[in-house]
Nanobody, 116 residues
Framework: QVQLVESGGGLVQAGGSLRLSCAVS????????MGWYRQAPGKQRELVAL???????NYADSVKGRFTISRDNAKNTVYLQMNILKPEDTAVYHC??????????WGQGTQVTVSA
């Protein structure tokens, strides 16, 4: 059984930081691409950050330089370090694992709220 569980969300003031975690069970993170997505009410879901099995990373322009995606294979966990948070970062953040480049597994999401 594959399960992705996000944690670390919360309410912070603009300029603050949060570290999101995505704990994965039932499948190994290392060989797979991992991503963080976010969705705010009334808006489309957007890709925030990706990390490949080889360690290459990509970021949305809106978070480039502020967010960092990483993984700890020993803990089978993926992280999203979010710095200099802005109100527009407010959203539900979801973790996704892509297996074989085609099969997707999603977490339940964690709420991030950034106040002005």
């Amino acid at each position: 059984q594959v399960q992705l569980v996000e944690s670390g969300g919360g309410l912070v003031q603009a300029g603050g930081s949060l570290r999101l975690s995505c704990a994965v069970s039932g499948i190994i993170v290392g060989p797979n691409a991992m991503g963080w997505y976010r969705q705010a009410p009334g808006k489309q879901r957007e890709l925030v950050a990706l990390i490949t099995s080889g360690g290459n990373t990509n970021y949305a322009d809106s978070v480039k330089g502020r967010f960092t995606i990483s993984r700890d294979n020993a803990k089978n966990t993926v992280y999203l370090q979010m710095n200099i948070l802005k109100p527009e970062d407010t959203a539900v953040y979801h973790c996704k694992l892509t297996n074989w480049g085609r099969y997707e597994y999603w977490g339940q999401g964690t709420q991030v709220t950034v106040s002005a």
